[in-house]
T-cell receptor, first 115, second 108 residues
Framework: DVKVTQSSRYLVKRTGEKVFLECVQD?????MFWYRQDPGLGLRLIYF???????EKGDIPEGYSVSREKKERFSLILESASTNQTSMYLC??????????????FGSGTRLTVV | DAKTTQPNSMESNEEEPVHLPCNHS???????IHWYRQLPSQGPEYVIH???SNVNNRMASLAIAEDRKSSTLILHRATLRDAAVYYC?????????FGKGTKLSVKP
C-alpha cells in the first residue's frame, strides 16, 4: 500500500516563527498536494506539485511556500506563522497527472496550533 | 465553489445498503468523479472514482448518470465502521476540489 507520512501529528508554534511541515510518500508518485482543513470550510488546496522542483499555487497560497527537491518529499513552509494558520494540514499524493485519472492517498494530517 | 451538491447528513441502519447522492450539473466532459471518506481525526481515504461507466471495487460501487450530471455512491452493506464524512469531488484539471460532504451515521 502507498504510504504518505507526515512528520508530525501535532505541532505548537509561536507567532512569527518559520514552520516546516514535511511529507514523504513511498510509491514514486509524481503528484503531491498540500491542503488545510478547517471546520465549516472543508479542505482547501494550498499548493501542489507535478514534478521535482515544480510547484503550482492552489486556492489559498498566501502566507505559504513549498519545496520539492526530491520526488518523494514535499514540504510546506509557513514563512512567518500567524494565528489564522492554526489548522489541520493534510498532504496527499497521486500517481498520474492530468484530469484526475488516479486516486489520491492522504497522510494522517498535522494539527498545527499557532499561539 | 465546490461544483458538487450533497446532502449535509444521512442515516443508515447497519447491514443495509446506503445510497449517497451527488449532483454535479456543471461537470465537463473530462472531469473525473471521485469519492473519498474521512473518519474522525484521520485524513481522507480514497473510495472510488470514475469517468462515464459505473465502477465497482471492494469498498463500494459508483453509479454515474448517463448525462453525468449526478452520481451515487453505493455501500452495499453498511457497517458501523462506515460512519464518516463522504466527499463527492470533481477532479478539475487534475486537482481535487473538496466540498462539505455528507456525514453518514450508521445505527446498530
Amino acid at each position: 500500500d502507498v504510504k504518505v507520512t507526515q512528520s508530525s501529528r501535532y505541532l505548537v508554534k509561536r507567532t512569527g516563527e518559520k514552520v516546516f511541515l514535511e511529507c514523504v510518500q513511498d510509491m514514486d508518485h509524481e503528484n503531491m498536494f498540500w491542503y488545510r482543513q478547517d471546520p465549516g470550510l472543508g479542505l482547501r488546496l494550498i499548493y501542489f506539485s507535478y514534478d521535482v522542483k515544480m510547484k503550482e499555487k492552489g486556492d489559498i497560497p498566501e502566507g505559504y511556500s513549498v519545496s520539492r527537491e526530491k520526488k518523494e518529499r514535499f514540504s510546506l513552509i509557513l514563512e512567518s506563522a500567524s494565528t489564522n494558520q492554526t489548522s489541520m494540514y493534510l498532504c496527499a499524493s497521486s500517481l498520474i497527472s492530468g484530469q484526475g485519472r488516479s486516486g489520491y492517498t492522504f497522510g494522517s494530517g498535522t494539527r498545527l496550533t499557532v499561539v | 465553489d465546490a461544483k458538487t451538491t450533497q446532502p449535509n447528513s444521512m442515516e443508515s441502519n447497519e447491514e443495509e445498503p446506503v445510497h449517497l447522492p451527488c449532483n454535479h450539473s456543471t461537470i465537463s466532459g473530462t472531469d473525473y468523479i471521485h469519492w473519498y471518506r474521512q473518519l474522525p481525526s484521520q485524513g481522507p481515504e480514497y473510495v472510488i472514482h470514475g469517468l462515464t461507466s459505473n465502477v465497482n471495487n471492494r469498498m463500494a460501487s459508483l453509479a454515474i448518470a448517463e448525462d453525468r450530471k449526478s452520481s451515487t455512491l453505493i455501500l452495499h452493506r453498511a457497517t458501523l465502521r462506515d460512519a464518516a464524512v463522504y466527499y463527492c469531488i470533481l477532479s478539475i484539471l487534475g486537482n481535487l476540489i473538496f466540498g462539505k460532504g455528507t456525514k453518514l451515521s450508521v445505527k446498530p
